[in-house]
């Protein structure tokens, strides 16, 4: 027995000192301190001789054995940490591999631990990103950081961290000249756009940063900052979309992964109940089970979850018009030389116009920069049309613009020219008009909605594109003969009332209301629905229980913004019955009011009429909360009455659209004539994609299963079956049967016979 | 003869393969790729005729003396004794002074005996990395390579017509000091704070002295002993040099003032200036102090906080009796001595 305790008094290896000290810190602090001072000294002898330090191993021991420990001994450990600090800033070129890696590793444990702080280590490690020239080693440092943020982001944001970090990277690219500038910039900007991707930062700063990156003297860095204005914000979409179906890999560690997890992190509720079927049934599997479907419904709720706000970087930006002006001048302009290749370029003008467009800026010179690449001849010129549209917004002035227009007409739509290429020009031009109407004259469109009888669809299709656009802008400036019966009808109603309506320069058009709210009155009256008889009340709170659950699978447009509302609480939201003792009377008057206005609504004086309608919207709003239901119908009734275009050629749409970035491809309009091969084979393989060929055998017998009952009995030793009534009956079936079971059997051998 | 799928078979390997216009000439089955890619192509000498000068022999024994197997490294160790050139460089004790912390027992007498071989002028100017090395064995974890750290020192400390011993004593005094504290088992905390943290009661010196020095037995004993011997040895020569020392500055200026040796830059050291805190690179290291160990009294200055933990070891050891005893007895009297003395001098 003493012996036995002798042996654990007296540690002869470092892992057992650790296990005794960790137990006891009082007690062995001695013997801490004199590995402690063990280690002092081989850390002395290794800054005598960094590259001939040939004793990693166990100074390496060392160093993890005091990591762990030195929580125990605060005091005597103070140093510790500034010296692996040390021991990595002056040597980490000539230190071994491993060495270094213990050193970021203890580093990094003595930060979850309490002993040095985040903003420390980080300061620590993050000069050695950009000084080091060993891959693994930064890679090694460009995780660790990235794991330290994303830990302390986890629960709640970390200003202070966040801020601190922010600020360094900011002045790694606020230098931008010198040879180590280009390098530091490029990690600045990677760390950034990684850290975005990851939504673990999300604030203006970020933004801020990329944009320094933008504005770098280096060409790497200013593209890095551009893409990740024009791409990073789809990449975090699709990470978190990821996220929300698949247990994030990182932190699966974390998580208690149980064995039934599936390869998507999903249980394997299949595999579990058949088990259950099988499996002698008992309370654990049960409870099992129910824990599966559990995780099960609570992922399928997690993923039905609207996403959280992101704003896009862009939208964050401080000061956007200098930004657009100062990367306008600095990249694209004929003073900063051709540093840049097309495709960087085209990039750069893309990030510019979207900047335009986003925040509807004036930066005047960029229309006049895209003349000179507006020619069918130039390489990627749909790309060039692209940024020309989006960089089109109601407040550009039609002076500028209308140069761009011209240049694409001549230059595009003319008789001379490849249908393929008139399309794009037409494509272009409409995109364009869509977001500054004003930008043409009358002449031109009409030369250019000519092109509505050319044989090639393309072409045809775009054209009557633009036809349908002014329809709903200005019909006044298309000929006659394109107006369309409404759009006439109405210009002939606007003149007679004496106050034609005319596209202005920087006038904005305002909604006033729910448009064509009117109708859905006048239906609910037809309808029998604003009937103010008990019955009625009762059979319309009946209807619109139904109009507040209608199945919005199949409307597109309103499929994410609902969230269901339980029964008990829509009687409560609408209740007419618990209206304002007004109401009755208000009906009445309503009733008299759309009689009249049925009996002589041409004849009417139009203001007059105007007021009623205005009347009649107030009414409808003030009395009736308006259900899905209600809009779906309210849609209808607006097509039926050709109102439709109000919402989508109107220049309430154009004002909406300005934000949306333009697809070059898109440009080039719809594709005639027959596929190609290659195209041919990519839609075939597209609709391979998710299904599995091969035979349903081939595939079971891949995945590895246990024996099934028919395999055993079919190996099933003969003469243990012999005497089982499945066998000895077969002697004693009818004829009728033997004869039915033989047939039976040739039929298969035969099936089987032809399919080989 | 033969089943219709095995002719098939020979068959398919007796077809002439079609050559083609404008294509390569199929590749046999049986054909051997040869070509290789390489970023480099090292060709070493392999002529085995050549002979080897001394020199390249030496360092070859020298990166021996990494060896992962003990008996090429002992070996390694005793050829380099026997062949020990005349002007020894510092790739010698680059190699071999690591080797004061092996783990094989062998090994390191032949260490202790190249070292001894070594004359000591050579020896002098390396005796800082040896001395770090003698640290890192004090306080190592392995018992028997603690046991025989001290056998190096004292070699070192008994160095004679050569500074090897003064440059022991005033360039790392605190740390030997706390090196042979936790050495023999004595409780040398220097500050009130950690002493207190510490349960000195619980650890009486009599259950470290037995835990560390492992003295019951007969082969701590010897230890024990040996680790004494040095520690008496290095306190002598760091507390009472003053004589010595300054009656050779007194001899070697004898024109000038009596005093002149005081005043003139010290010799013997590597950092004249350390007291001002000029060209000192390293103050991070356990040995920062605020005053240099140059001079006795400043090396005292530093002893007087673990006189009291120094003498109960000294004490309890006493008690133990044989040469260990006589020793302790020794070593007692001298600090005393030296504690009167200096408060005298105050």
């Given at each position: 027995m003493p012996k036995r305790r002798r042996a654990a008094l007296l540690p002869n290896n470092i892992a057992l000192l650790q296990n005794l000290v960790r137990r006891d810190p009082g007690s062995y602090k001695e013997e801490f301190l004199v590995q402690y001072r063990h280690y002092a000294t081989q850390k002395e002898i290794l800054v005598t001789n960094p590259s001939g330090f040939h004793d990693t191993d166990a100074f390496l021991d060392q160093i993890g054995f005091i990591a762990q420990v030195c929580t125990c001994y605060p005091g005597d450990t103070e140093e510790f940490p500034e010296d692996l600090a040390e021991l990595l800033r002056k040597h980490h070129t000539v230190l071994p591999v491993e060495l270094r890696e213990k050193i970021v590793q203890s580093l990094m444990l003595l930060r979850n631990r309490g002993v040095i702080a985040s903003e420390r280590l980080i300061q620590i490690i993050f000069p050695l990103l950009t000084t080091t020239n060993s891959k693994t080693f930064r890679k090694d440092i460009y995780t660790t950081i990235v794991r330290l943020l994303k830990h302390a982001n986890r629960n709640a944001k970390a200003p202070k961290l966040n801020r601190s970090v922010q600020t360094l990277l900011f002045t790694l690219l606020e230098s931008s000249d010198g040879a180590a500038a280009a390098s530091d910039g490029l990690w600045a900007a990677k760390l950034t756009r990684e850290l975005w991707r990851r939504s673990i930062w999300d604030d203006p700063r970020t933004a801020e940063i990329m944009k320094q990156a933008a504005l770098h003297g280096n060409t790497k860095v200013v593209i890095a900052g551009v893409n990740f204005f024009l791409g990073v914000d789809r990449e975090r979409e699709k990470a978190n979309r990821k996220k929300r179906g698949l247990d994030d890999d990182d932190d699966s560690g974390d998580d208690s992964?149980?064995?039934?997890?599936?390869?998507?992190?999903?249980?394997?509720?299949?595999?579990?109940?058949?088990?259950?079927?099988?499996?002698?049934?008992?309370?654990?599997?049960?409870?099992?089970?129910?824990?599966?479907?559990?995780?099960?419904?609570?992922?399928?709720?997690?993923?039905?979850?609207?996403?959280?706000?992101?704003?896009?970087?862009i939208h964050l930006l401080h000061d956007p018009q200098g930004f657009a002006e100062r990367l306008f001048s600095q990249t694209l302009s004929r003073s900063s030389g051709n540093k840049f290749t097309l495709e960087q370029r085209i990039q750069i003008l893309n990030l510019v116009s979207r900047l335009i467009g986003v925040h509807k800026l004036s930066v005047l010179g960029f229309y006049s920069y895209l003349l000179k690449y507006l020619t069918p001849k130039q390489r990627d010129v749909t790309q060039f049309m692209a940024a020309a549209a989006q960089s089109s917004h109601d407040l550009v002035p039609p002076d500028a613009l209308s140069p761009v227009i011209r240049k694409i007409a001549d230059e595009f739509v003319s008789d001379g020219v490849a249908a393929e290429v008139a399309a794009a020009g037409l494509n272009a031009i409409r995109e364009i008009l869509t977001r500054n109407p004003l930008a043409i004259e009358a002449d031109l469109l009409q030369d250019l909605t000519e092109y509505k009888g050319s044989k090639s669809k393309s072409v045809m299709m775009a054209a009557?594109?633009?036809?349908?656009?002014?329809?709903?802008?200005?019909?006044?400036?298309?000929?006659?003969?394109?107006?369309?019966?409404?759009?006439?009808?109405?210009?002939?109603?606007?003149?007679?009332?004496?106050?034609?309506?005319?596209?202005?320069?920087?006038?904005?058009?305002?909604?006033?209301?729910?448009?064509?709210?009117?109708?859905?009155?006048?239906?609910?009256?037809?309808?029998?629905?604003?009937?103010?008889?008990?019955?009625?009340?009762?059979?319309?709170?009946?209807?619109?229980?139904?109009?507040?659950?209608?199945?919005?699978?199949?409307?597109?447009?309103?499929?994410?913004?609902?969230?269901?509302?339980?029964?008990?609480?829509?009687?409560?939201?609408?209740?007419?019955?618990?209206?304002?003792?007004?109401?009755?009377?208000?009906?009445?008057?309503?009733?008299?009011?759309?009689?009249?206005?049925?009996?002589?609504?041409?004849?009417?004086?139009?203001?007059?009429?105007?007021?009623?309608?205005?009347?009649?919207?107030?009414?409808?709003?003030?009395?009736?909360?308006?259900?899905?239901?209600?809009?779906?119908?309210?849609?209808?009734?607006?097509?039926?009455?050709?109102?439709?275009?109000?919402?989508?050629?109107?220049?309430?749409?154009?004002?909406?659209?300005?934000?949306?970035?333009?697809?070059?491809?898109?440009?080039?309009?719809?594709?005639?004539?027959?596929?190609?091969?290659?195209?041919?084979?990519?839609?075939?393989?597209?609709?391979?994609?998710?299904?599995?060929f091969g035979s349903k055998k081939g595939k079971k017998d891949s995945q590895q299963h246990s024996t099934t009952n028919k395999e055993k009995a079919r190996k099933k030793n003969f003469i243990m079956m012999i005497h089982k009534r499945d066998v000895q009956g077969k002697n004693k079936k009818s004829l009728r049967d033997k004869q039915k079971s033989l047939r039976a059997h040739i039929d298969k051998q035969k099936k089987s016979k032809r399919k080989s | 003869m033969g089943s219709q799928r095995r002719k098939k078979e020979k068959k398919k390997d007796f077809v002439k393969p079609k050559l083609k216009v404008g294509k390569t000439k199929p590749k046999p089955t049986s054909h051997t790729e040869l070509g290789f890619k390489a970023k480099a192509i090292g060709l070493p000498e392999q002529s085995i005729t050549k002979a080897h000068t001394p020199r390249e022999t030496f360092n070859h024994y020298l990166s021996l003396a990494r060896h992962h197997s003990h008996t090429a490294r002992r070996e390694a160790l005793t050829y380099l004794q026997s062949h020990l050139p005349e002007d020894v460089d510092s790739s010698l004790f680059t190699s071999i002074s690591p080797l004061i912390l092996d783990p094989t027992s062998t090994v390191r007498a032949a260490v202790l005996s190249l070292v001894r071989a070594i004359p000591t002028t050579s020896l002098a100017p390396h005796v800082h990395l040896i001395s770090l090395y003698i640290h890192a064995g004090m306080t190592h974890l392995a018992p028997d390579v603690r046991a025989d750290s001290s056998k190096v020192l004292l070699l070192l400390l008994k160095a004679e017509e050569s500074d090897i011993p003064m440059q022991l004593v005033t360039r790392s005094w605190a740390k030997f000091l706390h090196c042979f504290g936790s050495l023999l088992g004595w409780d040398l905390a220097t500050s009130p704070t950690s002493s207190s943290s510490t349960a000195p009661s619980a650890h009486t010196d009599g259950i470290k002295w037995n835990k560390v020095g492992n003295a019951t037995s007969i082969d701590g004993i010897a230890n024990a002993a040996g680790h004494l011997e040095a520690l008496s040895l290095f306190l002598r020569l760091g507390l009472s040099d003053n004589l010595t020392r300054e009656t050779q500055a007194q001899r070697q200026v004898p024109v000038y003032h009596a005093d002149t040796g005081k005043h003139l830059i010290p010799r013997n050291t590597t950092a004249p200036y350390a007291r001002l805190g000029l060209f000192v690179e390293d103050k991070s290291g356990l040995l920062s102090t605020v005053w240099s160990t140059e001079d006795t009294s400043a090396r005292y200055q530093l002893l007087k906080p673990m006189l009291s933990g120094i003498l109960s070891g000294l004490d309890s050891g006493r008690r133990q009796g044989g040469e260990i005893g006589r020793t302790c007895k020794y070593l007692i009297d001298f600090l005393d001595k030296v504690k009167l003395e200096t408060e005298k001098l105050q």
């Open positions: 992964a149980s064995s039934d997890d599936g390869e998507g992190g999903k249980p394997h509720i299949a595999g579990i109940k058949h088990r259950m079927g099988i499996n002698k049934k008992t309370g654990k599997r049960a409870r099992k089970l129910d824990a599966a479907m559990r995780a099960l419904k609570k992922k399928e709720k997690g993923a039905a979850l609207p996403t959280q706000l992101n704003f896009a970087a009557r594109s633009l036809i349908g656009l002014y329809r709903g802008v200005a019909p006044e400036m298309l000929a006659r003969k394109d107006r369309g019966k409404i759009a006439s009808m109405e210009m002939s109603a606007a003149a007679a009332a004496g106050q034609a309506k005319k596209l202005q320069y920087g006038v904005e058009n305002v909604v006033e209301g729910i448009p064509g709210l009117e109708l859905l009155e006048q239906w609910r009256k037809e309808q029998g629905l604003d009937n103010d008889d008990e019955d009625a009340a009762a059979k319309e709170a009946e209807d619109d229980d139904d109009a507040w659950n209608i199945d919005l699978s199949d409307s597109e447009e309103s499929d994410n913004g609902w969230i269901d509302v339980e029964s008990d609480k829509e009687y409560d939201v609408s209740d007419d019955g618990a209206g304002p003792p007004k109401d009755d009377e208000s009906d009445e008057e309503d009733d008299s009011d759309d009689s009249d206005k049925e009996q002589d609504a041409e004849e009417q004086q139009p203001d007059a009429k105007r007021a009623k309608t205005e009347n009649v919207v107030q009414n409808l709003m003030a009395r009736k909360f308006l259900a899905p239901a209600d809009f779906q119908k309210l849609e209808e009734l607006r097509t039926k009455a050709g109102l439709d275009k109000i919402l989508h050629g109107g220049q309430s749409a154009a004002a909406g659209r300005h934000q949306d970035s333009v697809e070059a491809t898109s440009l080039l309009g719809s594709k005639t004539g027959k596929a190609d091969k290659e195209e041919r084979m990519a839609a075939v393989m597209e609709g391979r994609q998710d299904r599995q | -």
